[in-house]
């Protein structure tokens, strides 16, 4: 989608924000920790911050001894929520940025340790600052000597713009053009020794912030690309569209974000609840990987059998039908405590019966201790005898606490409590062990009936 028709998509959505009415404050708090979190993270990442996102919830929650990270990691992090906490209780309308005010940003986000550096914060820079780009080529950002008198013209163009939207000039270009014309020219200055990065992602949302717009964010993975439109903007005269058309994106999902939210759908992560789970258990002095212990109950057990035994019993099955070509027939009872014992019909596979044994146990009251699965071939094709041979077991026990998995072939059996679950490499090692043990069981018979 060319980047005019992103714009017209930008507006139909804040259009869409708009006619649901003001936020109220709990949802906007919901919405404003989402974007801090992203933002903190995602920024200073980027930057090459050590701290996890995890670890990144910890901090914003005033947590500052998160163990064996760089306190200067930790403290720019924090200096850096500080910040955006305060540019996100911005109104609309509210775009003062200043040289002043960007000196101050710069100081609230980075920390050195290093007293010589430590006197560089907040200052233009006196030395000279470069990169080399995804080409592995050198660029150079303005010479210290002209960082003044370039920021000074900077602002000058953003007031000028700013005053060309409020006028509606015909030459007045869309807000959102302006925050990232500005981000790029920012760039190009890299005006400080170090957080130049951080400070334009700032200044860019608080423009977009002034301007009704929710702040945007650039994940891990959205980074590479990033940083690609950006060089061949600055090193080879590329074309701001693409990084203008990118950096929509990223606007977008931030609004689609926001919509979400007020028509209740979840804008967190899957892993979000679990994370804040464990930060809170942290916070009371809790082991965050402590459990709840999960016993005995119709639903425990319905559960295991849904997430190890039908998994287990599918690829069992599969391997199963290697030995058909052998035997005339093949044939699998399986049978639960206090539950009918049933056969496998001909159409039918272990996993229908599994799947109805399920069903069972989620009507029944009935207690079911024990589930088991056994495998009998019948009539070898080649002997002209009647012959049941076993193809192997598998016995599952169900206790107070725990579930336990017996099969044919191996010495000892696997236990799993209740929120524990088969892997497939167990279930690989189980099915293995089990063909294993049937094939040395028919080679046996066959040696012993020829």
Known sequence: MPYAEKLTQIESLRNIIDQYGPISNDLLKKINYKFRLEWNYTSNSMEGNSLTKQETRSVMVGNITVGGKPMKDILEMKGHDDLISDILKMSKGELNISEKRIKEIHKAIVHEDDPAKQKMIGKWKLDPNYLYNYKQERFDFVAPGDVED?????????????????RQANDAMHPVTLAFEFHLKYITV???HDG??????????????AYGLPPIYITET????????????????????????????????????????????TIEEPDDLKKKLSLLKKQLGQDPNSRVEIRYSNDAVANAIKKSIIPLTEIWENKLRNFDALFKSREIRVSASNLTRKGIE??????????????????????????????????????????????????????DHLYEIIYSGANQSITKLYDQFLTEAEIESITDSIGNWAFNEIEEIVAREK
């Open 150 to 166: 370039a920021m000074h013209q900077l602002i000058n163009w953003l007031n000028g713009e700013k005053d060309k939207i409020s």
């Open 190 to 192: 890299h005006p400080f």
């Open 196 to 209: 130049n990065g951080r400070t334009a992602r700032i200044l860019t949302n608080i423009i977009l912030i």
């Open 222 to 265: 959205e980074k590479k690309l990033y940083y690609q439109y950006l060089a061949d903007i600055q090193g080879y005269g590329g074309e701001p569209d693409l990084f203008y058309d990118f950096m929509a994106d990223r606007l977008i999902r931030s609004m689609e974000l926001v919509i979400d939210a007020i028509e209740g759908r």
């Open 346 to 399: 001909a159409n039918k596979t272990l996993n229908d019966f599994c799947q109805g044994m399920l069903t069972s146990i989620m009507k029944s009251a009935v207690k079911v201790t024990d589930v088991r699965i056994r495998c009998n071939f019948k009539n070898l094709r080649t002997i002209d005898k009647e012959l049941n041979i076993n193809g192997g077991e598998i016995n599952v026990q169900f206790h």
